[in-house]
């Protein structure tokens, strides 16, 4: 029996999951937590075959939740499974350790199948997304200039990004110079748009 623990931040949505991956005679899901936060709670307790994460979710991003997963629960293999199948997400999550990435659009039987196939030692990708990473390059954006150009968000003043982010007022202008010099555009809204096309924030 393989087991499995859900991060699906919408109810309906793992709760369907949960009953279709249980009409698999091999898949047990073990339980299914909301927040990005409550996975490593989940992990600790019951230390599923299978970690199925959303990118999407509040408390902790399903990319940020993959290394609790590993810190908890070595022996416990992720498998992201998300609406957003973009390149960027898709190199953050297997460079953090993930052995599968999915798309939610893809039939139920599709994951099951994937899911043994990675608790069988296999590492599976959704082959569109494998392509796009390839073509698409490497993030040319700093771990720094990422975070900085995220909390940029909603245009909120450079002041109020250097408060939240422990930074001066000239070190966030600098980052975000940066990042809008690498992106190649024209203000911090659009580098911030392209950013997060590529799945890089």
Do not use: C
Request: without cysteine; hydrophobic residues 45%; glycine residues 8%.
């Amino acid at each position: 029996m393989i087991s499995i623990v859900i991060a699906e931040d919408q109810t309906m949505m793992r709760s369907a999951l949960t009953t279709l991956l249980e009409l698999e005679g091999d898949l047990r899901v073990v339980a299914g937590v909301g927040r990005g936060d409550d996975v490593a709670d989940a992990v600790r307790q019951h230390t599923p075959d299978i970690a199925l994460l959303d990118i999407e979710m509040p408390g902790k991003s399903g990319l940020d939740a993959i290394s609790d997963v590993r810190r908890e629960s070595p022996t416990t293999a992720v498998i992201v499974v998300t609406t957003f199948g973009r390149a960027g997400y898709l190199r953050r999550a297997m460079d953090a350790g993930a052995r599968g990435f999915l798309v939610k659009d893809n039939p139920v039987d599709e994951l099951a199948a994937s899911i043994r196939r990675v608790v069988a030692g296999e590492t599976v990708v959704d082959q569109l997304l494998a392509a796009q990473a390839l073509s698409a390059g490497e993030n040319s954006l700093s771990q720094r200039e990422a975070e900085v150009l995220a909390a940029s968000d909603g245009g909120i003043p450079i002041s109020e990004i250097a408060e939240k982010l422990h930074l001066s007022s000239a070190t966030v202008r600098n980052y975000i110079s940066a990042a809008i010099g690498k992106l190649g555009a024209r203000n911090r809204a659009e580098a911030l748009e392209q950013a997060r096309r590529n799945g890089w924030v």
